[in-house]
């Protein structure tokens, strides 16, 4: 008769069983089983590590589990952080400090467990300096707060993209953003929207006495790229020609031609030019105009 026998199985072995007939005492061998041992698994659940709010990071080794002969099947939790929590090496967002645990089948047998904490860094909180204006040509400092290291871009009109106050000098409207790094490697950002704006203005009066006010003819703007003032008598002589920006902006006509003193009087000055965004230079929509020259 047949019957069922429970054997507790250790090691690869074959078991064999022998059909009897106990009524003339004679036996065959009826049939072999070879049986394999499932080896233990060896679980990876990667090692324990830190990352910024908001990254992600991967966890599980390479691979997650071996050993086994048979099939693997995974559940990780907690499952609120994670892209799928039965993949082998699931993804993790956490947004503080999570201990993941994976529980691992191989098929049947009994599970084996694992675990991997993941600490979240908070973010740095990077500022910047206040949004403004400047003439094209001019500079200013802009800086940034709240980080150990910066980077700036675009690296376009800035003295130093790695500074945490760098000089800046667009000629065109310009956003810098800066991105700031902390000792633990995570990032911010903050920005400064710089205004690049054309200024012009032609006195019609200046006085060459000695006084030390007034002295010099000049004109006074910004984002002027280049520019030809000209300055003519009433006959229309030039007595004095420039198109030397640096010059006009800070130096100016002193009011003599060929070294000699003029006498006091109207003149008559014209310009041509632009700016740098390419605007043609005008004031108060002309390009001439008078000047009094009072001694």
Do not use: H
């Amino acid at each position: 008769n047949a019957s069922a026998v429970k054997i507790e199985i250790t090691s690869n072995d074959t078991i064999w069983a022998q059909k009897s007939n106990s009524i003339i005492g004679c036996s065959a061998l009826y049939d072999t089983l070879i049986v394999t041992a499932n080896p233990p698994t060896v679980l990876q659940a990667s090692a324990n590590r830190s990352i910024c709010l908001g990254d992600t990071t991967r966890l599980g080794g390479m691979p997650t589990a071996s050993g086994a002969l048979l099939p693997y099947s995974y559940a990780w939790s907690p499952k609120n952080s994670l892209d799928d929590s039965t993949s082998a090496n699931p993804i993790a967002k956490p947004d503080q400090l999570t201990q993941y645990q994976v529980i691992v089948r191989a098929g049947t047998c009994k599970p084996d467990t694992a675990s991997v904490t993941i600490d979240v860094y908070s973010l740095p909180v990077v500022e910047a300096s206040r949004d403004t204006s400047i003439g094209a040509g001019e500079s200013l400092s802009i800086s940034a707060s709240g980080a150990a290291t910066y980077l700036w871009t675009p690296g376009i009109g800035i003295s130093n993209t790695g500074a945490a106050a760098p000089i800046v000098f667009p000629i065109e409207n310009t956003i810098y953003q800066v991105t700031g790094t902390d000792i633990n490697g995570c990032k911010d950002t903050a920005s400064v929207f710089i205004t690049v704006k054309n200024n012009l203005f032609i006195p019609n009066l200046f006085t060459p006495d000695g006084n030390g006010t007034n002295e010099t003819f000049k004109i006074f703007g910004s984002g002027i790229k280049e520019i030809k003032l000209s300055v003519y008598n009433r006959y229309g002589e030039l007595l004095f020609e420039s198109s030397d920006v640096d010059e006009l902006l800070r130096k100016g006509w002193d009011g003599t031609c060929k070294g000699a003193a003029l006498i006091g009087g109207t003149y008559v000055w014209t310009m041509e030019g632009k700016f740098f965004d390419g605007t043609e230079l005008s004031y108060q929509g002309k390009k001439s105009g008078t000047v009094v020259l009072k001694r």
